[in-house]
């Protein structure tokens, strides 16, 4: 005799359920491109947040890592960063990352900051010489604003979203 299996509407809430779960929290993603694209002895990335989760997140922190080239050492100009401070860090031979810190700041469901349009930095040497953004790990090629998971993000100390 051949059993057959009767629908139950419960069935379908658990996954249904988990499937919200994993969908709900924190979670953000980070946009940028170079308004220095065609510059070649600047670059400057612009750069913007959203958080696409369910919850606010406060006193975070992301980083844009980028390579000098041998000898030099970078100058940072902070252009347009409401709400962050921005700041060089070095991390060793010729490797650098600059970290924009969101002390006190909150970041809602659903919001960008600072806008659509981004904050931007510029980056160049004293002597303005060429500066090589290709080997530059948050750098992406791009004119246009594009979801840039080499521009990681801390909350709390925990890594939120993207790549080191």
């Known amino acids: 005799m051949q059993r057959t299996k009767r629908f139950r509407p419960g069935s379908l809430l658990l996954p249904l359920l988990v499937a919200l779960q994993l969908q709900a929290g924190t979670s953000v993603k980070v946009y ?3 308004n220095g694209l065609y510059d070649y002895n600047m670059s400057k990335p612009r750069i913007y947040i959203e958080n696409t989760g369910t919850e606010t997140i ?26 962050s401070s921005v700041q060089i860090e070095f991390l060793g031979p010729n490797e650098y990352r600059i970290v924009y810190d969101f002390a006190g700041v909150s970041l809602e469901p659903g ?20 500066l090589d953004k290709s080997n ?29």
């Open 32 to 34: 940028s491109k170079d």
């Open 58 to 83: 406060s006193d975070f922190i992301y980083y844009y890592y980028f390579t000098v080239e041998s000898g030099k050492s970078p100058l940072l100009g902070d252009y347009y960063t409401p709400n």
């Open 111 to 130: 919001q960008i900051l600072p806008n659509s349009t981004g904050n931007e930095v510029g980056l160049h040497y004293s002597d303005w010489s060429a």
């Open 136 to 164: 530059d790990f948050s750098f992406n090629g791009s004119a246009v604003f594009q979801e840039n998971t080499n521009i990681p993000v801390y909350s709390g100390g925990k890594k939120i979203y993207g790549n080191d």
